[in-house]
């Protein structure tokens, strides 16, 4: 598929704000399974972009700062991008991410993180559902979450643990994604969480859907490479998928971070518009179906 992502976000102070910094995670990635051909930041009001960069995991960073009294900050990000479908695989299969395994980074994605801690209950959970055979594992984790887990707006929140979404059995797809990582790595597979965005209907040419970002879990599996399996819809990470980054948690990858002198009061308002521009061919040529406008 050719997609198209317009991700805004907009910030209210109650006070204006003298000087912020920001920090924005939004350019897709490029590998085996996407290309991003295009990527911009546009901000309201006027901001300086001093930096450009590449975190430690490889997610691109833009950076900008405004240095005079506002309060609203309104920023989008757009991109397109190319995605592509296994040949051959079927959709609850699991996805490789196309990324070589690396020993140091298989190693750092089996210990705990902030996010991602590793109680007796979840070891014990573990216990019962892990295998000698990692993909059986990956999937005997996912159905487990799945069933376990609802899907709930507002129960729980960015920092939450994965003790409090499992003592509330509630969550959204970081908290699904938290919990599936954690039990993941106390059962010896190594796993990531990654950010980005999912159409959940299936679009045709010009077909949009509005969303919010996404979250779900590479697995990394010896001489196969990172499978991504979204555990909030149980099933593979598939062409309706667009990957931005990956890290130990949600604190590697957040869409947004900054800091900020004077305000008071923030209220945030997210919303994420995925169009289908056209289909792609296997080598991620554009096809003839693209419409003339996009977003």
Not at 18 to 38: G, I, M, W
Not at 165 to 187: E, I, M, S, Y
């Amino acid at each position: 598929m050719l997609l198209g992502i317009a991700h805004r976000t907009v910030y209210r102070y109650d006070r204006p704000v003298r000087h912020s910094k920001n920090e924005v995670r939004a350019v897709p990635v490029t590998d085996v399974n996407q290309t991003c051909l295009a990527s911009s930041l546009e901000v309201v009001p006027a901001a300086t972009f001093p930096l450009r960069y590449r975190d430690y995991h490889g997610t691109e960073v833009v950076t900008f700062d405004i240095d005079k009294p506002h309060d609203t900050i309104e920023l989008v990000a757009s991109a397109t991008v190319a995605t592509r479908a296994v040949p051959g695989q079927a959709a609850g299969d699991g996805w490789p991410a196309g990324d070589v395994l690396d020993e140091l980074e298989m190693a750092e994605s089996l210990l705990p993180s902030a996010l991602v801690t590793v109680d007796a209950d979840v070891r014990a959970i573990a216990e019962r559902l892990g295998t000698r055979d990692a993909l059986r594992t990956v999937d005997q984790v996912v159905d487990w979450v799945r069933q376990t887990l609802r899907y709930q707006r507002g129960a729980t929140t960015v920092r939450s643990s994965v003790a409090e979404v499992l003592a509330r059995r509630q969550g959204v797809c970081q908290d699904f994604a938290h919990v599936t990582c954690a039990v993941l790595r106390a059962a010896g597979v190594p796993a990531r969480y990654v950010s980005g965005y999912f159409a959940p209907d299936a679009l045709h040419v010009g077909d949009e859907d509005r969303v919010e970002g996404h979250a779900w879990v590479e697995a990394g599996i010896e001489r196969q490479g990172w499978w991504a399996i979204d555990p909030t819809n149980q099933q593979a990470a598939v062409e309706r998928h667009v990957k931005v980054g990956h890290g130990r948690d949600y604190a590697d990858v957040p869409p947004v971070r900054g800091v900020y002198r004077g305000g008071h009061g923030r209220q945030m308002e997210v919303e994420v518009r995925i169009r289908r521009l056209g289909a792609t061919s296997h080598a991620n040529g554009v096809t003839d179906d693209s419409p003339e406008s996009g977003l």
